[in-house]
């Protein structure tokens, strides 16, 4: 089992839906949970980042956390062309601090 | 400000080739990373260095080696490349606060024929 899986995608979705991305991860003891966003041929960048169960919103993005279920998500409100991207989720292990990353959900907006 | 630095951006390397990549971070940031990534795998850990003077294994060691120069620069170097070691390099850093908040250079990739 991976530590962090996501669904590969592609993510299709019309201008201005909802996006919602999923991340199950496997060290219960995970403290810290992570999204970076990727553009073809270019470098991640952090978008979001959320250590306690429940919501962190930021502008059109909102975290979800739940570590009973051992599942973190990613909502991309009025999803724009722009968000088009892939998307990492990031956890740290247990009494670290270095990142285990996913594969990536690859995100299309449609417009 | 230029940030996380890499060098170079493209190479192709027959197999048995050395080769040192180059990194370098104006931020001064004390932790510095190097990662590789692959189509369905992710971003996987090489070598990390937590402050100047340290280094450390990561997921993925075998074939490596880097050297961390001054708190700025760390290399990653390959002393005989094989065809799995074709991939995206990205070196990254970040700062003590929040160490999981990685800035990464614009990458390199590289084949090996």
């Known amino acids: 089992q991976k530590e962090v899986e996501q669904n590969s995608g592609p993510l299709s979705v019309p201008e201005g839906a909802i996006a919602s991305l999923n991340c199950t991860y496997s060290d219960r003891g995970s403290q810290s949970f992570f999204w970076y966003r990727q553009y073809s041929g270019k470098s991640p960048e952090l978008i979001m980042f959320?250590?306690?169960?429940g919501d962190k919103e930021d502008g059109r993005f909102t975290a979800q956390l739940n570590k009973a279920s051992q599942y973190v998500s990613l909502l991309i409100r009025d999803s724009q062309p722009s968000d088009s991207a892939t998307y990492l989720c990031a956890v740290t292990r247990s009494n670290d601090y270095k990142l285990s990353f996913g594969a990536g959900t690859t995100v299309t907006v449609r417009a | 400000n230029a940030g996380v630095t890499q060098t170079p951006k493209f190479q192709v390397l027959k197999t048995g080739q050395s080769m040192t990549l180059q990194c370098a971070q104006d931020?001064?940031?004390?932790?510095m990373y190097w990662y590789r990534q692959d189509p369905g795998m992710g971003l996987r850990l090489i070598y990390y260095?937590?402050?100047?003077?340290?280094?450390d294994k990561g997921e993925v060691p075998n074939g490596y080696n880097v050297s961390r120069l001054n708190k700025r620069e760390f290399s990653l170097r390959l002393e005989s490349a094989a065809p799995s070691q074709t991939s995206v390099y990205f070196c990254?850093?970040?700062?003590?606060?929040?160490?999981?908040?990685?800035?990464f250079g614009s990458g390199t990739q590289l084949s090996v024929l």
């Open positions: 990254a850093s970040s700062e003590a606060t929040v160490r999981e908040k990685l800035f």
């Open positions: 260095s937590a402050s100047e003077g340290t280094t």
């Open positions: 931020m001064n940031h004390n932790s």
């Open positions: 959320i250590y306690s169960n």
